[in-house]
């Protein structure tokens, strides 16, 4: 028997990519401002220049321990950020729009923070890999980064599909075309994000391609491929219907303005 898809509810993809630049910015700065930019003052130091790719700081009379801290910050700061979205996600939301932005908020801080484990495992660059630097057995500590990072990328990847049953719907026909929509939009649009304000730093062009490319493609990578776990007709499937995003032009304005400032403003970097 064929399911009925005629009774779809709308979708507005506009409002989906102003929640998903709305949501990039955020994580964003909780990564590189209240993460990196928190532990540096939580260990004495003095922030000297932010940017949308990276934080630097004044580390004079400061050991290999303060860079460590600082180092683990971002990461720390997005997962405990994800994981206070999903328990809000408990909740019952005030509309679809809120619903959307706590689980795309979640999930977007959840996989940048466990795929970091990932990406500097592998690579041997970037937060992980400065944390680890000068520690006994480092290709013994790359190997755990690699195997926590992809376990509990994917575990979150699991879970926050389960958590989209609300926005997805439980109908097989249904749900895989949705989920796409809701994902891939805002994968897309936090990808143009990153790179656009990353365009704008004045510093070495790698940080796109260590920061922007890896974080914003590969970190919320989970938002691409994710939607392929549930052409499974057994999983998750229900009779709920997905709940309505209609155009909303409070949630258009407020992404649009704060990811033209984050540009603008965070892009070519804030000295202090």
Avoid at 235 to 247: D, E, H, N, Y
Wanted: with cysteine; hydrophobic share 55%; net charge positive.
């Amino acid at each position: 028997m064929r399911e009925n898809t005629s009774s779809v509810t709308p979708c507005d993809p506009l409002t989906i990519a102003a929640i998903g630049l709305l949501v990039g910015v955020l994580a964003d700065f909780i990564h590189e401002g209240l993460g990196h930019g928190g532990a540096c003052l939580l260990v004495g130091g003095k922030p000297t220049l932010l940017t949308s790719m990276n934080f630097e700081w004044d580390d004079r009379g400061l050991g290999r321990s303060a860079h460590r801290v600082v180092a683990a910050g971002g990461t720390i700061a997005n997962l405990l950020a994800g994981g206070v979205a999903v328990v809000l996600l408990r909740r019952p939301p005030s509309s679809a729009h809120v619903h959307y932005f706590l689980w795309l908020f979640a999930a977007i801080n959840l996989y940048v923070g466990t795929g970091y484990f990932l990406f500097s495992g592998v690579s041997n660059i970037g937060d992980w890999a400065n944390f680890i630097a000068g520690l006994p057995h480092v290709w013994l500590w790359r190997v755990l980064l690699i195997l926590i990072g992809g376990a509990s990328y994917f575990l979150c990847v699991m879970m926050m599909l389960a958590k989209a049953a609300p926005l997805t719907g439980g109908v097989p026909a249904v749900r895989y075309p949705r989920a796409n929509l809701l994902m891939l939009i805002p994968y897309v649009a936090g990808a143009a994000l990153s790179l656009t304000a990353g365009a704008f730093n004045p510093q070495a062009k790698a940080l796109i391609l260590i920061s922007g490319v890896a974080a914003s493609l590969g970190g919320a990578s989970g938002l691409a491929w994710g939607p392929q776990l549930l052409r499974d007709p057994h999983w998750l499937a229900s009779s709920t219907a997905p709940a309505a995003i209609p155009r909303h032009w409070g949630w258009i304005v407020v992404g649009l303005l704060l990811a033209v400032a984050f540009v603008v403003v965070i892009g070519p970097g804030l000295k202090m």
